[in-house]
Nanobody, 123 residues
Framework: QVQLVESGGGSVQAGGSLRLSCAAS????????MAWFRQAPGKEREGVAA??????IKYYADALKGRFTISRDKNTLFLQMNSLVPEDTAIYYC??????????????????WGQGTQVTVSS
C-alpha cells in the first residue's frame, strides 16, 4: 500500500505562484509513475503532469507546459505552478501507479490517490 498526502494549496491572485507537495509513504519503491491531476468545478478530472520514477521523464499537459513544473525529492512529489490564472482553480490530486506503459493521463491506471488540495486563483 501507498499513502499520499498533498499540501500547499491555497488562494492566490492571478499571476502568482504556488508549490504543491505530495508526501508518499508505504511501498513507494513499487511506483512506476507519480502524477498530478486536477478537477475544476463542473469539469472532469484531467492530468496535469507526471513523472516516470525510474527514467526521470516528465510529462505535462500541453496547455500547461512552461508554467507548471513537476519534480521529486525522495518520497515527496512537487508541483511548482507559476503565472497562475483563474482557470487553474481546481482541486489538485496526487496519484501514483505501479504499472508501466499506457498513457500517463489514464486515470484508471492509478491505484493510489491523495485526498486533494484546493487551489483558488482570483482575478
Amino acid at each position: 500500500q501507498v499513502q499520499l498526502v498533498e499540501s500547499g494549496g491555497g488562494s492566490v491572485q492571478a499571476g502568482g505562484s504556488l508549490r504543491l507537495s505530495c508526501a508518499a509513504s508505504g511501498y513507494t519503491s513499487r511506483m512506476a509513475y507519480m502524477a498530478w491531476f486536477r478537477q475544476a468545478p463542473g469539469k472532469e478530472r484531467e492530468g496535469v503532469a507526471a513523472l516516470h520514477t525510474v527514467a526521470g521523464i516528465k510529462y505535462y499537459a500541453d496547455a500547461l507546459k512552461g508554467r507548471f513544473t513537476i519534480s521529486r525529492d525522495k518520497n515527496t512529489l512537487f508541483l511548482q505552478m507559476n503565472s497562475l490564472v483563474p482557470e487553474d482553480t481546481a482541486i489538485y490530486y496526487c496519484a501514483a501507479r505501479e504499472s508501466w506503459g499506457d498513457d500517463w493521463t489514464t486515470e484508471r491506471m492509478y491505484e493510489y490517490w491523495g485526498q486533494g488540495t484546493q487551489v483558488t486563483v482570483s482575478s
